[in-house]
C-alpha cells in the first residue's frame, strides 16, 4: 500500500474515532447549545465541577469499575490461558463440544444468561454483590480471552519450553522465562478485551448488582436521553478515558518486541 | 563404562508402537547417530532420553544410575532442536547463559563462562545481539554453545543441521564434531540423512518403524549389512539370490567366489555388492558378471549405471569417461573380498 492510501486510511479512522469524541468534548464544557448554532453560545465548568463532586459518585464508581474490571481481567487469565493452551496444542475427546460451548456466551443475549444466572446467585447470596458482578462478567469475557489467546498459542512452539526445560528451568520458570515473554503481546491484547468488555456492562452488572454495585456505566447510561447533555458528555469522556489509555499502552508494547500475534505485531 | 543405557525401551501412541524394545549401550565421549526415515522413532528416543516423554516400558540409565523418575530439568541431558533455537526475547549472552542461570551460577561467572563458550563456537563479541540479528548458522552455533556451557552429562540434537544450507551444514559438521572431541562429551543425535551420520558419529543406531536394525561403526553398516533394509538404506540396491557352496555363491549359470566365505555355512543367500566397489570391464575375467545397461547417467565424479544383472535390477557406479549406451552389454567384475552375503529375506 502506498503512503498516500495508508495516510489517508489512518487519516480516515482518526476522523471516524475523533469527531465524535471532540463533540463530547465541546458538549462537556457547553451550558447552552441550542440548534442552529455551530458552536455553544454559552460555555461553564458546571458538567465538569458535578463530575468531580461526591455528589455524582463518579470518583466512587470509577474505582468500583476499575476494580471489578481488574478482577475479571485477572480471573480471566486464569482461567482462559490455560484452556487457550489446551485448546491449541491438545487433542482431546470433545475438544468440539468444548470450543463449541465457549462460543455461546457471544452468541446468546447477555440478558437471557443473566436472568438465569441472577436466580442461581441468589441462592448462593452473591446476587447484589461486588463478587456476584465479577462472576457474571466472566460469561462474556472469558470467551474472548481464550478465542485470542488459543490464535497466540496454535502459532507457539513449545520446543522452546522444552529446551528450556533440558537446560534446567522447572514448569514455574520456564513459564516465567520462556512462556510468557513469548505471549506477552497476545496476552497484553487479550487482558484488554476483557477488561472493556467489563468496563462496558451495563445489562448485567444492573441484574445482578441490584443497584447496590455501582460502576461508572450505571451512573452513564441512564443519564444518556437525559436532558443534561454536558453531564453525560463529561461522564461519557470519563467512561472513555481508560479504554483509550489502556489502547495507547497495548499498541505501544505491541509495536516494541517480538510478537507472536500475526497480524497485531509490525511486520 | 556405558554413559548411557536404554534398555528394552518402548513407546506406544495408542495402538502405535513408536520405539520397540530399544537396548543401545553409549559409551562415555562417544558420539552416536540415531538415523533412519521420518516417523522411525528416532525423535521420540531422543525426547525420553532428555525427559520430555516418559517411556511406557524399558529403562534408561546415565552411568549405572537410572534416571526415569528425574524429572527433565535435573537429567542433565540437554536437547538442542533443528529451529526455533533461541529464546528469542534474549540477547545471545542471555541465551547461553540461560542454564548457568537456572542452575543459580553467579552473574560473573556466568559472563565468563558464556565467553569461553562463544569463543569455542566462533563468536567471540557477539553477546549482546539478538536472535534475530543472526544468520541460521550463527543461531545454531549459539544453541550449540547454550547446550554445551552447561556440560551435560549428554549432549541431545534433533536433526540440528536439517535448516541449513549445504555448505554450512558442512562447516557445522565440523565444528559439531571438534567441539564434541574437545570437549570429549558423550552426544546423541538424530538425522535421516546417512551421509551425515557416517560423517559424524562414531556409532549409528540404524532404526525403522522402531525397531533397531543394527547398531555398528558407519563403515561395518556400509560394508557388513546385516539386512537387505539396512543396505538398501545405504544406497546399495544390487542384490543376488542364489546358494553358497563351499568357497563359490551359484547364481543360475553363474559361480563367483566369495572372500571370507568360511564365515557362513553353506546355503541360501544373498549376495551384494556395494555400487563403487564394483569394476566395469569389457571382457570376461574371474568372478563376472554378464550385464545389461539400462540407462546412464553422468554424475561428475563418476557415471551412474542402471544395469539388469541375472534378472536383477543393479545400480554399478562406473568411470566418468566411460561411454555407455542404453541396450548394449557389459561385464562387471565383483571383487571376492568386497562380497558381502546377507540372510536371505524373508
Given at each position: 500500500?502506498?503512503?498516500?492510501w495508508?495516510?489517508?486510511?489512518?487519516?480516515?479512522?482518526?476522523?471516524?474515532?475523533?469527531?465524535?469524541?471532540?463533540?463530547?468534548?465541546?458538549?462537556s464544557?457547553?451550558?447552552?447549545?441550542?440548534?442552529?448554532?455551530?458552536?455553544?453560545?454559552?460555555?461553564?465548568?458546571?458538567?465538569?465541577?458535578?463530575?468531580?463532586?461526591?455528589?455524582?459518585?463518579?470518583?466512587?464508581?470509577?474505582?468500583?469499575?476499575?476494580?471489578?474490571?481488574?478482577?475479571?481481567?485477572?480471573?480471566?487469565?486464569?482461567?482462559?490461558?490455560?484452556?487457550?493452551?489446551?485448546?491449541?496444542?491438545?487433542?482431546?475427546?470433545?475438544?468440539?463440544?468444548?470450543?463449541?460451548?465457549?462460543?455461546v456466551?457471544?452468541?446468546?443475549?447477555g440478558?437471557?444468561?443473566?436472568?438465569g444466572?441472577?436466580?442461581?446467585?441468589?441462592?448462593?447470596?452473591?446476587?447484589?454483590?461486588?463478587?456476584?458482578?465479577?462472576?457474571?462478567?466472566?460469561?462474556?469475557?472469558?470467551?474472548?480471552?481464550?478465542?485470542?489467546?488459543?490464535?497466540?498459542?496454535?502459532?507457539?512452539?513449545?520446543?522452546?519450553?522444552?529446551?528450556?526445560?533440558?537446560?534446567?528451568?522447572?514448569?514455574?520458570?520456564?513459564?516465567?522465562?520462556?512462556?510468557?515473554?513469548a505471549?506477552?503481546?497476545?496476552?497484553?491484547?487479550?487482558?484488554l478485551?476483557?477488561?472493556?468488555?467489563?468496563?462496558?456492562q451495563?445489562?448485567?452488572?444492573?441484574?445482578?448488582?441490584?443497584?447496590?454495585?455501582?460502576?461508572?456505566?450505571?451512573?452513564?447510561?441512564?443519564?444518556?436521553?437525559?436532558?443534561?447533555?454536558?453531564?453525560?458528555?463529561?461522564?461519557?469522556?470519563?467512561?472513555?478515558?481508560?479504554?483509550?489509555?489502556?489502547?495507547?499502552?497495548?499498541?505501544?508494547?505491541?509495536?516494541?518486541?517480538?510478537?507472536?500475534?500475526?497480524?497485531?505485531?509490525?511486520? | 563404562?556405558?554413559?548411557?543405557v536404554?534398555?528394552?525401551?518402548?513407546?506406544?501412541?495408542?495402538?502405535?508402537?513408536?520405539?520397540?524394545?530399544?537396548s543401545?549401550?553409549?559409551?562415555?565421549?562417544?558420539?552416536?547417530?540415531?538415523?533412519?526415515?521420518?516417523?522411525?522413532?528416532?525423535?521420540?528416543?531422543?525426547?525420553?532420553?532428555?525427559?520430555?516423554?516418559?517411556?511406557?516400558?524399558?529403562?534408561?540409565?546415565f552411568?549405572?544410575?537410572?534416571?526415569?523418575?528425574?524429572?527433565?530439568?535435573?537429567?542433565?541431558?540437554?536437547?538442542?532442536?533443528?529451529?526455533?533455537?533461541?529464546?528469542?526475547?534474549?540477547?545471545?549472552?542471555?541465551?547461553?547463559?540461560?542454564?548457568?542461570?537456572?542452575?543459580?551460577?553467579?552473574?560473573?561467572?556466568?559472563?565468563?563462562r558464556?565467553?569461553e563458550?562463544?569463543?569455542?563456537?566462533?563468536?567471540?563479541?557477539?553477546?549482546?545481539?539478538?536472535?534475530?540479528?543472526?544468520?541460521?548458522?550463527?543461531?545454531?552455533?549459539?544453541?550449540?554453545?547454550?547446550?554445551?556451557?552447561?556440560?551435560?552429562?549428554?549432549?541431545?540434537?534433533?536433526?540440528?543441521?536439517?535448516?541449513?544450507?549445504?555448505?554450512?551444514?558442512?562447516?557445522?559438521?565440523?565444528?559439531?564434531?571438534?567441539?564434541?572431541?574437545?570437549?570429549k562429551?558423550?552426544?546423541?543425535?538424530?538425522?535421516?540423512?546417512?551421509?551425515?551420520?557416517?560423517?559424524?558419529?562414531?556409532?549409528?543406531?540404524?532404526?525403522?518403524?522402531?525397531?533397531?536394525?543394527q547398531?555398528?561403526?558407519?563403515?561395518?553398516?556400509y560394508?557388513?549389512?546385516?539386512?537387505?533394509?539396512?543396505?538398501?538404506?545405504?544406497?546399495?540396491?544390487?542384490?543376488?539370490?542364489?546358494?553358497?557352496?563351499?568357497?563359490?555363491?551359484?547364481?543360475?549359470?553363474?559361480?563367483?567366489?566369495?572372500?571370507?566365505?568360511?564365515?557362513?555355512?553353506?546355503?541360501?543367500?544373498?549376495?551384494?555388492?556395494?555400487?563403487?566397489?564394483?569394476?566395469?570391464?569389457?571382457?570376461?575375467?574371474?568372478?563376472?558378471?554378464?550385464?545389461?545397461?539400462?540407462?546412464?547417467?553422468?554424475?561428475?565424479?563418476?557415471?551412474?549405471?542402471?544395469?539388469?544383472?541375472?534378472?536383477?535390477?543393479?545400480?554399478?557406479?562406473?568411470?566418468?569417461?566411460?561411454?555407455?549406451?542404453?541396450?548394449?552389454?557389459?561385464?562387471?567384475?565383483?571383487?571376492?573380498?568386497?562380497?558381502?552375503?546377507?540372510?536371505?529375506?524373508?
Amino acid at each position: 500500500m502506498s503512503s498516500f492510501w495508508r495516510g489517508g486510511l489512518v487519516g480516515g479512522i482518526g476522523v471516524v474515532v475523533g469527531l465524535p469524541l471532540l463533540v463530547q468534548v465541546i458538549w462537556s464544557f457547553a451550558f447552552r447549545w441550542y440548534f442552529p448554532d455551530l458552536l455553544p453560545s454559552e460555555w461553564g465548568l458546571h458538567a465538569w465541577r458535578y463530575v468531580f463532586s461526591d455528589s455524582s459518585r463518579v470518583g466512587e464508581a470509577l474505582l468500583t469499575s476499575l476494580g471489578i474490571g481488574l478482577a475479571v481481567s485477572l480471573l480471566s487469565i486464569g482461567i482462559g490461558l490455560p484452556a487457550a493452551r489446551a485448546l491449541a496444542l491438545h487433542d482431546f475427546p470433545g475438544k468440539g463440544l468444548v470450543e463449541w460451548l465457549l462460543l455461546v456466551p457471544i452468541v446468546v443475549p447477555g440478558v437471557v444468561a443473566t436472568m438465569g444466572v441472577h436466580l442461581v446467585f441468589i441462592h448462593l447470596r452473591i446476587a447484589d454483590s461486588s463478587l456476584g458482578v465479577v462472576l457474571v462478567h466472566l460469561i462474556p469475557a472469558v470467551p474472548y480471552m481464550i478465542l485470542v489467546m488459543a490464535s497466540v498459542f496454535a502459532n507457539y512452539d513449545t520446543a522452546l519450553e522444552e529446551t528450556a526445560r533440558t537446560l534446567g528451568a522447572d514448569a514455574v520458570r520456564t513459564f516465567w522465562f520462556v512462556t510468557l515473554p513469548a505471549i506477552l503481546p497476545g496476552l497484553l491484547v487479550a487482558t484488554l478485551f476483557t477488561f472493556l468488555i467489563s468496563w462496558s456492562q451495563y445489562v448485567t452488572t444492573l441484574l445482578i448488582g441490584g443497584g447496590r454495585v455501582i460502576t461508572l456505566s450505571m451512573l452513564l447510561f441512564p443519564l444518556i436521553g437525559g436532558s443534561n447533555n454536558a453531564t453525560a458528555a463529561a461522564i461519557s469522556l470519563v467512561f472513555v478515558a481508560p479504554a483509550l489509555l489502556a489502547l495507547g499502552v497495548t499498541a505501544r508494547s505491541l509495536a516494541n518486541g517480538p510478537s507472536v500475534l500475526g497480524g497485531l505485531g509490525r511486520p | 563404562m556405558a554413559a548411557v543405557v536404554l534398555q528394552h525401551l518402548t513407546r506406544r501412541f495408542g495402538n502405535v508402537v513408536a520405539v520397540n524394545d530399544l537396548s543401545l549401550e553409549i559409551a562415555a565421549g562417544e558420539m552416536v547417530a540415531l538415523l533412519g526415515p521420518s516417523g522411525c522413532g528416532k525423535s521420540t528416543t531422543l525426547r525420553m532420553i532428555a525427559g520430555l516423554l516418559p517411556p511406557t516400558a524399558g529403562d534408561i540409565r546415565f552411568g549405572d544410575r537410572s534416571v526415569l523418575a528425574v524429572p527433565a530439568e535435573q537429567r542433565g541431558a540437554v536437547l538442542v532442536f533443528q529451529k526455533h533455537l533461541l529464546f528469542p526475547h534474549m540477547t545471545v549472552g542471555e541465551n547461553v547463559g540461560f542454564g548457568l542461570r537456572m542452575r543459580g551460577l553467579r552473574q560473573k561467572e556466568i559472563h565468563v563462562r558464556v565467553q569461553e563458550m562463544l569463543e569455542l563456537v566462533r563468536l567471540p563479541g557477539f553477546e549482546k545481539r539478538r536472535a534475530h540479528e543472526l544468520s541460521g548458522g550463527q543461531q545454531q552455533r549459539v544453541a550449540l554453545a547454550r547446550g554445551l556451557v552447561v556440560r551435560p552429562a549428554v549432549l541431545l540434537l534433533d536433526e540440528p543441521l536439517a535448516n541449513l544450507d549445504a555448505n554450512l551444514r558442512l562447516e557445522m559438521r565440523e565444528l559439531i564434531r571438534s567441539l564434541q572431541q574437545a570437549l570429549k562429551m558423550t552426544a546423541i543425535f538424530v538425522t535421516h540423512d546417512q551421509e551425515e551420520a557416517v560423517m559424524l558419529a562414531d556409532r549409528i543406531a540404524l532404526l525403522f518403524d522402531g525397531v533397531l536394525q543394527q547398531f555398528d561403526r558407519p563403515r561395518a553398516l556400509y560394508e557388513c549389512p546385516r539386512s537387505v533394509q539396512v543396505a538398501r538404506f545405504f544406497r546399495n540396491e544390487n542384490v543376488l539370490r542364489g546358494r553358497k557352496e563351499g568357497e563359490r555363491f551359484v547364481c543360475g549359470e553363474s559361480h563367483l567366489v566369495v572372500g571370507g566365505a568360511k564365515e557362513h555355512p553353506d546355503g541360501e543367500y544373498l549376495l551384494t555388492v556395494r555400487p563403487e566397489e564394483v569394476r566395469i570391464s569389457d571382457s570376461q575375467v574371474e568372478n563376472s558378471l554378464w550385464a545389461r545397461v539400462r540407462a546412464a547417467v553422468y554424475m561428475g565424479t563418476h557415471t551412474q549405471l542402471l544395469l539388469e544383472v541375472e534378472g536383477q535390477q543393479w545400480r554399478v557406479h562406473g568411470p566418468a569417461d566411460g561411454c555407455y549406451p542404453a541396450g548394449s552389454g557389459l561385464w562387471i567384475h565383483l571383487p571376492p573380498q568386497r562380497i558381502w552375503l546377507l540372510p536371505p529375506a524373508v
